[in-house]
């Protein structure tokens, strides 16, 4: 059962840093953070290769924010620099089997989401 956890969540203000984690069960898959604001659809934020060689991000957050992934540790984390109000959300972890890791691309499994909340 693949199982995905998520940690550094929490609040700061704007154009402060955090740095999300996500600790997987799996690590031959594509993975991609996806974050869900109040009364919005869920967005794909960033999406990082099997390999770690290839990387995706939403305009949105294109130069902001960074995907990687370390083997070692089986983590994937997303670096957030330059964090605007508009970027407070429910950010959301995920693994997919196909190895895509773009908007589109399938994502099979999820974790639980942790907070993040960016005051003006």
């Known amino acids: 059962q693949v199982q995905l956890v998520e940690s550094g969540g929490g609040l700061v203000q704007a154009g402060g840093s955090l740095r999300l984690s996500c600790a997987a069960s799996?690590?031959?898959?594509?993975m991609g953070w996806f974050r869900q604001a109040p009364g919005k659809e869920r967005e794909f934020v960033a999406g990082i290769s099997r390999s770690g060689g290839g990387t995706y991000y939403a305009d949105s957050v294109k130069g902001r924010f960074a995907i990687s992934r370390d083997y070692g540790k089986n983590r994937v984390y997303l670096q957030m620099n330059s964090l605007k109000p508009e970027d407070t959300a429910v950010y959301y972890c995920a693994a997919g089997s196909s190895g895509s890791y773009s908007p589109h691309s399938v994502f099979d499994y999820w974790g639980q989401g942790t907070q993040v909340t960016v005051s003006s």
């Open positions: 799996v690590r031959s898959y594509a």
